[in-house]
Each structure stands twice: as structure tokens, then as C-alpha cells.
């Protein structure tokens, strides 16, 4: 047991009949009497740090937006953090961090950690307890909360509790290799040698590109049109109708961003070597085909010295991750993202990409425009850098998908604004696909005079989807993601549901498995009556009197709005939501069995595709923008 001392605090003289506190990292045990709190799962039947979460959510991200921003510029030996990190050409790797990056999935499962740490010790600040026990095996988690009690004031005892966490020998072996810097280094050269023989040698050894004042366009490769590209031509599903608004009498450079494994490399090569670009002017160029020899060696070598200027600062960067308005420092649950962005493989990537992206732009020379299909991400804010730097005069983002919640790459702190260098990483104007994206980048600090709007080009499919009419609801439709614990947690809690509930619908169940991921050896597991396990497109099972059990991420949640069907959306534990459909909306989340039976029968939808898509489909926005860009054949 560890007991914690009475700390300076600004909870001050705790009543003695204050309730203890008691958090658990597994099943709630019954042997203590006093509060209780789960800390990785839902239960109907005892309180979770993760409704915590939920509910100051907002607040959270806030301080996260702002804890970012503070941290780039934090004094460190008399110098700002981002100052230690410049390359010769004034360019700060600060900037193409997996800190920067902010996307939940940098992180691992530390940010969501840091989240609900940061809302318990805002509960205890509303809420004093007597004292704070907790009942688990996590070092790292005993010591984050001894250090707040610590802080705040209340004693806290530790119980051991349920298993240890344990690492594999790989993550052991790489996390020893890292931790000396010799080892560290050789570890990364053997890592660029690979990038070098299993991708880089993959493509073409150099790109074929046409120089030429135009277009260009920057996405991900190979989500093509088959029936297009069976005729030899080039259409991106991400850019679909688009194509026929753009301008036919000048080049339009392609840049692509390979996302499928190294092994498809060389056939996409010959897929894009297939196609003709639009109206047969331009080219596609893949970035890594800009990476020489001489050019990956440059990029090591800035690696280099990022690394050992890194290494110079461990013992003291870490009192620059205090956590704003707060008690928290979360420098030990970011300390794998700082090594991986000061001194490990996120800053070699990113440094080749960086390279590359240079050596393209060079090739193609400077451009009349520049537009990225946009989820703000590390290759997108280089181009965009790229750009700025040849004085392109319409550098553009336009919205890929669907602006998250928890995706904080589409949130900035006001106070980031001011800073020049991260306005030279952000489009001159950030289109949004509809209302629901452009209200959620205003509300998350997104600078309102950069803003604007055009039509959902890559959803205009979903325009001709209509609602169906509203009969009583008759079966419940599950459709299930791509991951699978997710999908096995889902299943589970849905059996649990059936096996307990009555409920009509409960009764009548349909399960539509993700194509990639098949679930009979779940329903085998799990269901004491089997449900009907479907095949075939998802749009052919979404029928009148269906009521649809979606996991929150799904794209089939967009279908259903199209059609007007009632939805239920569930929310996986301990995670961030990352779903579709935004936290505001009216619509049923669930998290746990209870949740489950009593939103059954569901309440019809409070919003519709029109809420989230501008879905015009003669694309009046998009020509004005081309029209905009390109004024009366004034091509400058």
C-alpha cells in the first residue's frame, strides 16, 4: 500500500465524512464501502471515468489545443522547445511531430489516459473525497494518480489488483535499443536502409513529370474509378465529379500519397502508368519517386542532428508537459511520443516526405494553385509549406471526410494563430463539405476569415439516396467496423441485450459484418438464439421498418440519414469517439446492455444528410472556385 502526504493543495481542510473514493481498472468489487469508479469500461450499475470524460470532453480538448501550443513554445535553456529543432533552412521539425500531429492515433492509448486523468482531477476539484484508493496493477496509472492526490491534497492508497501489463520481448528489445543512444542511432539507420530497399526501390527511379504554371493536386492513391480506369482514364473516387470542373486548358500536376501496403506498390505504379491525367495535360507523380539516393541521405542526416540535439534536453524537457490550469504533468505518458519525435521513426518519415515533397515541387515549379483532398495531415501542412515558400497564390485544402470530434488536427488554440510559421503550414482557405464540417472547424478555434464551403464531391452519392417511408419498426440491423475487439465488445453486449430483454427487436436481429472481418465465430460464441448474419451491399438490407445498430464509425451511419431510419450508434470503451456522426446530434449512443433495452424502440432522427453535406449536384461552388482561381484565362 502507498500512502500519499497531505501536499499543498487547493482543496483545503477535507471533511473527514467526505465519501472515499475507490477507482478500478477491472470489475468493480463490492468489498468496499464508499464510491466507486470504473476506469476503463461501462457498467450500468457503477459510475466510469469515462462518462467523466465525456461529460468535460470539450474542456479537455481545449486545454489539449492550448497544451500544444504552449508546448512549442516552452523555455527551454533559454530557447523556445521549437527553436532547438531548426534544420539549416529555418524550417522547424517541431512542426512535423507526432506531438504536433495530434491525431489520437500519435498517441497510442497515453492521450486518452491523459484525458481521463485530467477529468477525474477535475471532478475531485468539484468533488472532494476522503481519500482515493486504487484497486489495480498499473504502475504508471498509480503514479499519475499518487502525484494528484499528492498535489491536490488527499490521501491515496494503492491495491494491487487483476493482472500486470507486460510487453512483448520485441517491444522490450526496441524500447532497450532505444534508450542508448549509440544503439538508437544504428537502430534508424538500418530502419532508413529498409524504408530504402523494401519501399523506396519499389517505384520508379525517377518521376516523369512535365514542368508547367497549373494545377496542383495532392491525394491519396490507388482509390480510382474502375470503370474510367478500364478506358485508360484517371478518376479519383476521392475527387469523383470534380473532374469535370476542372480547368481543361492547363497542366494538372497529381500528387499521390501511396496508402496501401509496399507490397501493391509496383502494381499501383503500373495502374497509374495506365491512366492518362485529366484532358490528357499534366502528370501523377508518386512523392517517393522524388527521393535520390543523395536525398534520403540528406534527410538522415537531418535526423541526425535533431537526434543528438534532442538527446541534450532529456533531463529537462520534461517540466514543459505541465497540463494547463492543472496539477498534471503528462510527460511520462508522452515521453514514447517525444522520443519518436525528436529522435525516433515518425521524425525519419516525416523528414523523408519532407524531402521529397521539396524535390517535387521543384520539378513541377510554381503553380497557379495548389488543393489537397484534406484531412490536415503531416504531408498536406509540408506541401503546404512547400507552396507558401514558391509564393503560390491559392494554396487550398478541401474536407476529405467528416471532421471528428476527438480528430484535433481540425481544432487549433486562438493564440496558435499568431504564429507565422504555423499559418505557412495551413491553407490560405480551408473548404468544408458542408455545414456540419464548417460550424465544428469555427466552434474548434479554426481561423473564421480562412473558412468556406463547396460541395461533398466524394459523398454526391448520397444525394440520390431518399428517405424511405416511416412504417413501425420491425428488425434490428447490425452493422459491425473493421476492427475487431470493437466488433467483439458489440456483439457481446448486443447478446447480453437479447438474452436478457423481451424487447421485439431483440427478437428479430440481422448482423451485416464489415467485408473484412466475418463474425460467426462471434455469434457462435455469444448468442444463445443465433441472429441472421447478411451478405451483399449494406444499402440492400436498409428497408422500410429497419432500425440500424451501427458502430459509431461506420459509414453506413451516413446511409441511414439518407434514408431517414432509426439509428443507435455504439460507442466503444476506453477510447476516443472518432464516429461519424458528431456529438451534438440527436441520436442514441450506446455504451452499455441497459443502454441498449431502454433506447429500444429508437426516436426518430433529428437531423438529416443535409445537415453534414452540401450536395448540389451541378457543383456551382466548385466552379466558382476554379472560376476564382482562374479568371479569364489570367493565369499569372
Known amino acids: 500500500m502507498i500512502k500519499s502526504t497531505i501536499g499543498q493543495s487547493n482543496i483545503t481542510g477535507l471533511d473527514q465524512n467526505l465519501p472515499e473514493l475507490h477507482v478500478y481498472q477491472n470489475v468493480m468489487s463490492k468489498e468496499h464501502s464508499g464510491t466507486g469508479l470504473l476506469w476503463n469500461q461501462w457498467d450500468c450499475n457503477c459510475a466510469s471515468i469515462l462518462d467523466l470524460q465525456t461529460r468535460y470532453f470539450e474542456q479537455i480538448r481545449e486545454e489539449f489545443l492550448e497544451f500544444i501550443c504552449a508546448l512549442g513554445k516552452s523555455d527551454i535553456r533559454g530557447k523556445k522547445l521549437k527553436d532547438h529543432f531548426r534544420l539549416k533552412d529555418g524550417f522547424s521539425t517541431w512542426w512535423i511531430s507526432s506531438l504536433f500531429e495530434r491525431h489520437p492515433s500519435c498517441y497510442g492509448q497515453n492521450l486518452f489516459e491523459i484525458f481521463k486523468l485530467r477529468a477525474l482531477e477535475i471532478h475531485l476539484t468539484k468533488n472532494p473525497c476522503a481519500a482515493l484508493h486504487l484497486h489495480g496493477n498499473n504502475a504508471p496509472l498509480a503514479e499519475a494518480l499518487g502525484q494528484l492526490c499528492l498535489a491536490l491534497g488527499i490521501p491515496f492508497h494503492r491495491h494491487a489488483a487483476g493482472p500486470k501489463p507486460s510487453r512483448s520481448f520485441r517491444q522490450r528489445l526496441k524500447k532497450a535499443l ?16 529498409h524504408w530504402w530497399f523494401a519501399t523506396r526501390r519499389r517505384f520508379p527511379a525517377k518521376p516523369s513529370v512535365t514542368p508547367g504554371k497549373g494545377l496542383l493536386l495532392g491525394t491519396w492513391f490507388p482509390n480510382v474509378d474502375k470503370q474510367a480506369a478500364a478506358k485508360g482514364h484517371f478518376r479519383s473516387r476521392y475527387w469523383e465529379a470534380a473532374h469535370d470542373a476542372l480547368p481543361k486548358n492547363l497542366p494538372v500536376h497529381w500528387l499521390f500519397v501511396h496508402v496501401d501496403p509496399k507490397e501493391k506498390i509496383q502494381a499501383n505504379v503500373q495502374l497509374r502508368d495506365s491512366l492518362m491525367p485529366e484532358h490528357g495535360k499534366g502528370d501523377m507523380t508518386f512523392w517517393e519517386e522524388c527521393v535520390t539516393p543523395s536525398v534520403a541521405l540528406e534527410a538522415f542526416s537531418q535526423w541526425l542532428s535533431v537526434a543528438a540535439r534532442a538527446r541534450k534536453l532529456k533531463a529537462e524537457v520534461g517540466k514543459a508537459f505541465m497540463w494547463p490550469n492543472s496539477h498534471l504533468n503528462v510527460y511520462p505518458h508522452l515521453r514514447d511520443a517525444w522520443h519518436d519525435s525528436t529522435q ?62 476527438a480528430d484535433f488536427r481540425f481544432f487549433v488554440a486562438p493564440q496558435q494563430w499568431t504564429d507565422s510559421e504555423f499559418t505557412r503550414l495551413m491553407p490560405h482557405t480551408f473548404y468544408a463539405n458542408g455545414k456540419a464540417g464548417l460550424m465544428a472547424m469555427r466552434h474548434g478555434g479554426f481561423a473564421a ?80 438464439s443465433k441472429p441472421v448474419i447478411a451478405d451483399g451491399p449494406i444499402e440492400n438490407h436498409l428497408t ?29 470503451a476506453d477510447t476516443f469517439d472518432l464516429g461519424i456522426i458528431q456529438a451534438d446530434t440527436p441520436v442514441a449512443r450506446i455504451r452499455t446492455v441497459q443502454d441498449l433495452i431502454s433506447a429500444l424502440p429508437p426516436k426518430p432522427l433529428g437531423c438529416t444528410i443535409d445537415d453534414y453535406f452540401c450536395l448540389d449536384t451541378s457543383l456551382p461552388r466548385w466552379h466558382e472556385l476554379f472560376n476564382k482561381i482562374f479568371q479569364n484565362g489570367n493565369h499569372q
Open 178 to 193: 532505444q534508450s542508448c543512444s549509440p544503439t538508437n542511432t544504428i537502430f534508424y539507420a538500418f530502419k532508413a536502409l
Open 344 to 405: 525516433g521513426g515518425f521524425l525519419l518519415d516525416q523528414l523523408l516526405c519532407r524531402k521529397g515533397i521539396q524535390a517535387y515541387c521543384r520539378a513541377i515549379g510554381p503553380q497557379n494553385a495548389c488543393i489537397t483532398s484534406s484531412e490536415l495531415q503531416s504531408w498536406e501542412r509540408l506541401l503546404f509549406e512547400e507552396q507558401h515558400r514558391q509564393g503560390c497564390p491559392h494554396v487550398l485544402a478541401v474536407q476529405h471526410s467528416i471532421v471528428r470530434d
Open 449 to 528: 476569415d480562412r473558412l468556406d464551403m463547396v460541395e461533398a464531391v466524394r459523398f454526391m452519392y448520397l444525394a440520390e439516396a431518399k428517405p424511405l417511408p416511416e412504417v413501425e419498426p420491425q428488425r434490428l440491423l447490425v452493422a459491425t467496423s473493421y476492427f475487431a475487439k470493437e466488433t467483439e465488445e458489440m456483439l457481446k453486449l448486443l447478446a447480453e441485450a437479447a438474452n436478457s430483454s423481451s424487447a421485439p427487436l431483440l427478437n428479430n436481429i440481422v448482423i451485416k459484418p464489415h467485408p473484412f472481418l466475418p463474425v460467426d465465430h462471434l455469434v457462435e460464441k455469444y448468442f444463445s
Open 544 to 572: 422500410p421498418g429497419t432500425v440500424v445498430f451501427a458502430e459509431s464509425g461506420t459509414s453506413v451511419a451516413l446511409l441511414v440519414l439518407c434514408r431517414q431510419l432509426p439509428l443507435l450508434l455504439y460507442i466503444a
